[in-house]
T-cell receptor, first 112, second 116 residues
Framework: GENVEQHPSTLSVQEGDSAVIKCTYS??????FPWYKQELGKRPQLIIDIRSNVGEKKDQRIAVTLNKTAKHFSLHITETQPEDSAVYFC???????????FGPGTSLSVIP | DGGITQSPKYLFRKEGQNVTLSCEQN?????MYWYRQDPGQGLRLIYY???????QKGDIAEGYSVSREKKESFPLTVTSAQKNPTAFYLCASSIPRPDSYHQPQHFGDGTRLSIL
């Protein structure tokens, strides 16, 4: 069945450094790739998403890249801050009427 | 103020007992979802519903049941057949579109279920 893998499972970076989280998906028909941030004990919140017709999208310190040929996409956070510490989930889905498949998550710690 | 409300925040269940988790949304979203989250793990889909009076099983539906009698409500019942129900349960909603593009999901604050 459909599967989304995510690496690394944990990541520690110094404040101000960059963080990169990588995901691969198995369903070649996937065309929507959201990223969610979940702080401890809170709800996941969408931070950025990308659709299959673009290769890169940026929003301030956050960027996402997509390589459809290789079936992988990545989240890049620059100039990390302690408030970036959270669990990040990547996900993939086909059409609006299909279920979303989530990756297992990456726990990011930003050390002051 | 629009959003998704899950209740209760904490729930305790005795062995052999069914419990129902509430999920209500006032976002006018057609699609609603239930996920289970275990410590250190991702979100696993239990059930989802794209429209009132219709729902589909997700990846881990065994031991769970749902209903979708109203657009705003999608309650989840954890039955006694679910042998390991201790987890964090998240409800989400979204707007399905007739085109090929998905819309992001909005999540509730979750219900933490524990076995007594």
């Amino acid at each position: 069945g459909e599967n989304v893998e995510q690496h690394p499972s944990t990541l520690s970076v110094q404040e101000g450094d960059s963080a990169v989280i990588k995901c691969t998906y198995s369903d070649s028909a996937s065309n929507y790739f959201p990223w969610y941030k979940q702080e401890l004990g809170k709800r996941p919140q969408l931070i950025i998403d990308i659709r299959s017709n673009v290769g890169e999208k940026k929003d301030q310190r956050i960027a996402v890249t997509l390589n459809k040929t290789a079936k992988h996409f990545s989240l890049h956070i620059t100039e990390t801050q302690p408030e970036d510490s959270a669990v990040y989930f990547c996900a993939a889905s086909r059409t609006s009427y299909d279920k979303v498949i989530f990756g297992p998550g990456t726990s990011l710690s930003v050390i002051p | 103020d629009g959003g998704i409300t899950q209740s209760p925040k904490y729930l305790f269940r005795k062995e052999g007992q069914n419990v129902t988790l509430s999920c209500e949304q006032n976002l006018n979203h057609d699609a609603m979802y239930w996920y289970r989250q275990d410590p250190g793990q991702g979100l696993r889909l239990i059930y989802y519903s794209q429209i009132v009076n219709d729902f589909q099983k997700g990846d881990i539906a065994e031991g769970y049941s749902v209903s979708r009698e109203k657009k705003e409500s999608f309650p989840l019942t954890v039955t006694s057949a679910q042998k390991n129900p201790t987890a964090f349960y998240l409800c989400a909603s979204s707007i399905p579109r007739p085109d090929s593009y998905h819309q992001p999901q909005h999540f509730g604050d979750g219900t933490r279920l524990s076995i007594l």
